[in-house]
């Protein structure tokens, strides 16, 4: 009677052993695969935010070039963030300012 329940016990002993390498490899397997989901999410992230910043670097080129083909004699005006009121700017202040902001974007497309 004793060796049935030795036997019981080492056999149950072994299912738990087996259920818990199992689980385990699961656990890692699913964490593997989850880092790599998640890798696979920062990379499309990046990618998302380089063509935004690549967008905004083009927009911001047109800028700098109408600005610079502007006739002598004409004025620029500067929208307010967040409203629809425009100021009389100087030229080559706007100028300036428009180029290194494009500068400052350049710097960060790079960096990404």
């Known amino acids: ?47 998302d935010l380089k063509d935004e910043l690549n967008k905004k670097i083009k927009e911001q080129k047109v800028v700098v070039d109408e600005l610079c083909n502007l006739k002598k004699n004409r004025r620029v005006y500067v929208q307010q963030p967040n409203s629809n009121i425009f100021f009389l700017a100087d030229k080559a202040e706007t100028l300036s300012t428009c180029r290194k902001t494009l500068d400052n974007m350049k710097k960060e497309f790079q960096d990404l």
């Not at 002993?13 to 890692?28: D, E, G, I, P, Q």
Request: hydrophobic share 35%; glycine share 2%.
């Open 1 to 47: 009677m004793q060796e049935v329940r030795h036997r019981q016990a080492t056999i149950c002993s072994h299912v738990y052993a087996f259920t818990f390498k199992l689980n385990w490899r699961l656990l890692c397997f699913s964490q593997e695969k989850m880092s790599a989901n998640q890798q696979e999410k920062d990379l499309s992230a990046k990618g």
